[in-house]
């Protein structure tokens, strides 16, 4: 059980968030959850269009089971996929409204910073001194702001929202700063919005789930209306979309099958570029005129419209003045790191919890939860997430034992 001045605060009021604040409701310990949105699991709207590759069974906690359960609500359950609106209409939005949540949760409240009470991140290191101070945090509310207090900050904001640029190395490409508002960066509703797209030509980059499953709604575009023309730039020579042996998870085979299809020319107006790199974007007579790059030779791409897709990393600046060791390759804390690299990753299903341990960070008491602490490592799934907070809450049981800095 928590001790007298215990308050633990929770960022982020998607699925692993919302599974935090339960375990801390469970736990005894007071809490409050801040979300940025004035919605719950708005991340997950985003892309609520977008049927999950698991099933129901997959995505539900038992924590969450045994909450709606008792009271009354039903608990989704079986081998149905749902889309992301469903998971938030059936599961999330009902966890949010339990009575030993929604007291506690507070919508449009964003959290811009996070620090130590009269402490530099350069200061007591390691030491007991440092865990005895409260965080401070910078919450944006309303139109103001103001600094809320917690000895426990577990980070769950997730991804999503913060992509990656465009620019070999990582970096922005020439151009795509002035352009960026004219640069889609989260999955259409192809179906809502194909007005938008129909009868234009358009860049997609990206490799990984997201691209292929714009590709395939792009590609029935230009099977429905052959004015609609696709150039889908990809980075790998020899790209594998992620295939795997015997995958047990047939939606997703599925969207490998397509995407081999499309690299192979099976779509006329479509047309697949790999090896390629953006090497810059400027404007061209209310066009987008996108200079891709392959070894030494160029190709200057006009088109309507670029859709980029290039992945989602956390927003690390959030915890700069905190002692968070972070790993040099990937941005996952680092023992976390070093054990999903010594596993070397694989298939997402194949994951296991690594133990509480790994979840530490120098700074007492703060940790990194869901899919953000996987960093660059793309196997997160969402029972990991449910692991993560056990661990998290189990560690809060015994006496903290700071990280090696």
Not at 103 to 129: F, M, N, S, W, Y
Request: glycine share 10%; proline share 6%; net charge negative.
């Amino acid at each position: 059980m928590g001790t007298s001045n215990e308050h633990i605060a929770i960022l982020g009021a998607g699925p692993v968030g919302l599974e935090a604040a339960l375990a801390a409701a469970d736990s005894g310990r007071p809490f409050t959850l801040y979300e940025a949105a004035p919605e719950v699991a708005a991340n997950v709207r985003e892309w609520g269009h977008v049927r999950l590759f698991t099933p129901w069974d997959m995505n539900v906690s038992p924590r969450m089971a045994a909450h709606l359960g008792a009271a009354g609500l039903d608990v989704p359950s079986g081998n149905d996929f749902p889309t992301g609106d469903e998971l938030v209409e059936r599961l999330l939005a009902p966890v949010a409204a339990l009575p030993e949540v929604a007291p506690r949760l507070r919508l449009g409240a964003r959290v811009a910073g996070i620090g130590r009470d009269g402490l530099l991140k350069h200061e007591e290191i390691a030491t007991p001194q440092r865990a005895s101070r409260p965080f401070r945090l910078l919450v944006e509310a309303g139109g103001a702001e103001e600094v809320a207090s917690a000895s426990v900050v577990l980070d769950c904001s997730g991804t999503y929202g913060h992509a990656n640029t465009l620019g070999d190395g990582g970096i922005p490409a020439p151009g795509e700063r002035a352009l960026a508002g004219e640069i889609v960066r989260t999955l259409p509703d192809f179906e809502s919005e194909a007005d938008a797209w129909r009868g234009r030509r358009v860049l997609l980059v990206g490799t990984g789930a997201s691209a292929q499953t714009a590709a395939r709604a792009l590609a029935a575009l230009v099977a429905a209306d052959p004015s609609t023309e696709v150039v889908w730039a990809v980075r790998d020579t020899a790209p594998t979309w992620g295939a795997v042996d015997d995958d047990p998870l047939p939606a997703r085979a599925a969207l490998v099958a397509e995407a081999t299809r499309l690299a192979a020319g099976g779509q006329p107006g479509v047309t697949v570029r790999t090896g390629v790199a953006v090497e810059g974007l400027a404007r061209d007579d209310g066009r987008i005129r996108v200079t891709l790059r392959a070894g030494d030779d160029r190709e200057d791409v006009v088109v309507d419209r670029v859709l980029a897709l290039t992945g989602y990393v956390g927003d690390h600046g959030l915890y700069r003045q905190l002692q968070v060791h972070e790993c040099y390759a990937t941005a996952a804390p680092i023992d976390l790191s070093a054990a999903l690299l010594g596993a070397a990753a694989g298939d997402c299903l194949d994951q296991v919890s690594h133990g509480p341990d790994v979840l530490r960070n120098p700074e007492p008491n703060f940790f990194i939860l869901g899919i953000k602490s996987y960093g660059r490592v793309n196997q997160f799934l969402l029972r990991i997430g449910w692991d993560q907070v056990s661990d998290v809450f189990s560690l809060l049981d015994r006496p903290e034992e700071p990280a090696a800095a």
